[in-house]
């Protein structure tokens, strides 16, 4: 059974860094697109990056430059480096694994499998 289990999340202050982890069972992150998702207070869930079989990671332009998606294939673990924060960070962040080796775009149809969430508080 695929489980994805997140960690690393907490409160921070504006500025700081955190990493997330996600570790993964019974789905190899280095085979698949993997990704991340996060939903604000009141918003709907959005993608924030993902990283495929093969090629470059991707983000939203609202992370670009700020976070980084790696993923472990000895640990089978995908991470999210978070650096600079803000206050409009703050959100449940989910991991997410799909069952294709290359998302071509952070359609959710892509994403099959998703974790419980963590929660991430940026406060200014």
């Known amino acids: 059974q695929v489980q994805l289990t997140e960690s690393g999340g907490g409160s921070v202050q504006a500025g700081g860094s955190m990493r997330l982890s996600c570790e993964v069972a019974e789905h190899s992150v280095s085979t698949y697109c993997m990704a991340w998702f996060r939903q604000g207070p009141g918003k709907r869930r959005e993608a924030v990056a993902r990283?495929?079989?093969?090629?470059?990671?991707m983000y939203v332009e609202s992370v670009e430059g700020r976070f980084t998606v790696s993923r472990d294939s000895a640990r089978n673990t995908v991470y999210l480096q978070m650096n600079n924060l803000k206050p409009e960070d703050t959100a449940t962040y989910y991991c997410t694994a799909s069952r294709a080796n290359v998302c071509y775009s952070f359609a959710e149809y892509y994403f099959v499998y998703w974790g419980q969430g963590t929660q991430v508080t940026v406060s200014s």
């Open positions: 990283i495929n079989s093969i090629g470059p990671p």
